[in-house]
């Protein structure tokens, strides 16, 4: 079975049927490199063999790009065939499997992949950056010769293809975009680029697609990483809201004092092929005022109870509604369940009389174990919510 092993890409595509090229057309300021990266390495370290394509950049620039990512190749070395598009350009040494003498022919670049898939009986092949061989082929021999290499592709298992849009002539993309499973992958652009994100544009083993944009980040060592930007975290004074945050955080950071008098935490989390911005609210009412500014663009809500504290609980609520918009994901978390008198979540959820759509966890906000499940309930949330309630 192929995959991308990338989260929610995967639960779009399914499995991906043999045979098929998935192309990442990307913009020409967001990545797609690292999308057939990680899709190629998984399959590697799945044990399948693979042949990858180095057409930008020698091949001991690409492993060591890898390697970057926390992707070690190297490791996997007897599996994967190198075809050096490279090194002749620029007349050097090159120990690849294959290489191709005249880069700027796209027949043999053509005839070299060939003999380098039969070498691997198919296998995945790997194109990261296949519209350099358009500048080094020139548009109309690249048009002239798509087929063909598509046709080639076809002896692949899968083959994962990236392509930046530069400006083409159209009839060009749009034969480029004629593929078994099309991903576009854009930026948001706000004066800078703010984030960037991909959708399935196409995927012919599918009947319907769903219509998602998914936000995504690419981090070293780590890869291409769904991306949730805001989820903040409110509650009453000493609920447990920084002891939570920084249990879940790879980093954390506590602003206890931001001008004079405000303590605001923020963190930053990595987890199951997720990367999230978590931040905190202030507890204390005096800062009220600064709920609804500081929930403005988030994707998600956690709402701390502080469990051994009845009379905090209608506080907690009150919070949840200051921060509340239509559709946003919320998780309550009955925190403190280590100690004595905490009230069990289902009794807490009635008498806070919460909406029985809303989910009311159990929570030790020191431990990670919880604290993982918390933020995974609500990512399940988030990344599942349907579109029009965005
Ligand atoms: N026993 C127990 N103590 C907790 C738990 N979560 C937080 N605390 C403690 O409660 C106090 C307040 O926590 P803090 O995270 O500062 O609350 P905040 O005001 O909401 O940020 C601290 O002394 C924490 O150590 C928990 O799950 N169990
Ligand atoms: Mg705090």
Redesign the pocket.
């Known amino acids: 079975m192929v995959n991308t092993n990338i989260v929610v890409l995967d639960e779009v595509l399914g499995s991906i049927p043999g045979g098929s090229t998935v192309l990442f057309l990307t913009e020409p300021t967001v990545e797609g490199d690292p999308f057939v990266y990680q899709a190629f390495y998984e399959n590697i370290a799945a044990g399948k063999e693979g042949v990858i394509v180095a057409l930008s950049k020698p091949p001991q620039y690409l492993l060591r790009e890898f390697e970057e990512y926390g992707w070690s190749l190297e490791r996997y070395r007897s599996r994967v065939v190198f075809v050096d598009c490279y090194s002749m350009l620029i007349g050097a040494p090159s120990d690849a499997e294959f290489i191709v003498k005249h880069p700027n022919d796209i027949k043999e670049i053509i005839e070299t992949l060939e003999k380098a898939l039969d070498s691997v009986e198919g296998g995945i092949l790997a194109i990261p950056a296949l519209s350099t061989l358009v500048d080094y082929c020139g548009e109309q021999s690249f048009v002239e010769n798509l087929e063909k290499l598509k046709e080639i592709f076809k002896k692949a298992t899968t083959t994962f293809v990236s392509f930046i849009l530069w400006p083409y002539d159209e009839k060009t993309i749009e034969k480029i975009k004629d593929v078994d499973c099309l991903i576009n992958i854009k930026g948001i652009e706000q004066r800078v680029v703010f984030g960037e994100y991909f959708e399935v544009a196409k995927a012919r083993w599918l009947e319907n697609i769903e219509n998602r944009s998914i936000m995504f980040k690419v981090i070293k060592p780590g890869g291409v990483r769904v991306y949730i930007p805001k989820i903040i975290v409110t509650?009453?004074?000493?609920?447990?809201?920084?002891?939570?945050i920084h249990t879940l955080s790879t980093r954390a950071v506590s602003v206890d004092r931001l001008g004079t008098t405000i303590a605001l935490?923020h963190g930053h989390v990595e987890h199951a092929g997720v990367s999230a911005d978590i931040f905190?609210t202030p507890?204390q009412e005096r800062f009220d005022p600064l709920l609804r500014t500081l929930s403005l663009n988030a994707i998600g809500t956690i709402v701390?109870v502080d469990s051994t504290r009845q009379d905090t609980f209608d506080r907690s609520k009150a919070m949840w509604q200051e921060v509340w918009k239509t559709g946003m994901p919320v998780i309550f978390l009955a925190?403190?369940?280590?100690?004595p008198g905490a009230l069990p979540p289902e009794e807490i959820k009635e008498m806070m009389r919460l909406p029985e759509e809303i989910p009311i966890l159990p929570?030790?906000?020191?431990?990670r174990e919880h604290v993982l499940k918390a933020f995974e309930a609500l990512v399940d949330l988030i990344l599942h919510r349907k579109e029009e309630e965005k």
């Not at 509650?235 to 939570?244: D, L």
């Open positions: 509650g009453p004074f000493h609920s447990g809201k920084s002891t939570f935490d905190g507890g701390m925190n403190k369940q280590d100690e929570c030790v906000a020191k431990d």
